[in-house]
């Protein structure tokens, strides 16, 4: 028992210490020109949906990590999947693609949203800030499939 005992503090030392590890998240400085919603000229209701729905992962203008974010290991796993929506998307950059990736990109953006999307839907549950009715994702999915259309 003593045995166990030990191997259970061990473990519980080894987590606690892992805690003081930050993951450092890599956020340039973006430049307001290169913005989705500034170039777009969003009407206030579409940018600020946008920017409360999806730049916190696709752009750098992200929200403050919940508590559960801040532990070793979600902390990290956070971080990967940001890094990897903004590899994916990343609004900060927008005018920064030329126009054949920005169509591919609001081409993507339109299929997930169609098809709902499990993160999203992951990112609402601790973020109710960011929850789209069927009347606002009605109104977004076609803002974006009017600027889609008029990539081409």
């Known amino acids: ?35 989705f919603v500034v170039y777009a000229n969003a009407p206030s209701e579409i940018g600020d949906r946008i920017r409360t729905s999806c730049y916190p992962c696709h752009s ?4 403050e990590a919940d508590f559960t974010d801040k532990l070793f290991p979600m902390s990290y ?13 990343n609004y900060a950059e ?10 591919h990109k609001m081409e993507a953006t339109v299929n997930v949203l169609q098809k709902g ?5 992951d990112y609402v ?4 800030e960011a929850y789209w009715n069927k009347n606002t994702y ?3 999915l076609e803002y974006f499939i009017n600027w889609q259309e008029a990539l081409l």
């Open 1 to 35: 028992m003593a045995r166990w005992l030990t191997i259970a503090l061990i473990l519980v030392g080894v987590f606690l210490l892992l805690q003081f590890i930050p993951v450092q998240a890599k956020v340039p400085d973006g430049v307001p020109a290169d913005d």
């Open 60 to 63: 750098y203008n992200t929200t």
């Open 77 to 89: 796993f956070r971080q990967q999947r940001l890094e990897a929506a903004r590899e994916a998307l």
């Open 94 to 103: 927008w005018t920064r693609y030329d126009v054949g990736t920005q169509y």
């Open 117 to 121: 999307h499990a993160e999203f839907n």
């Open 125 to 128: 549950g601790s973020h109710p």
């Open 138 to 140: 009605r109104t977004m």
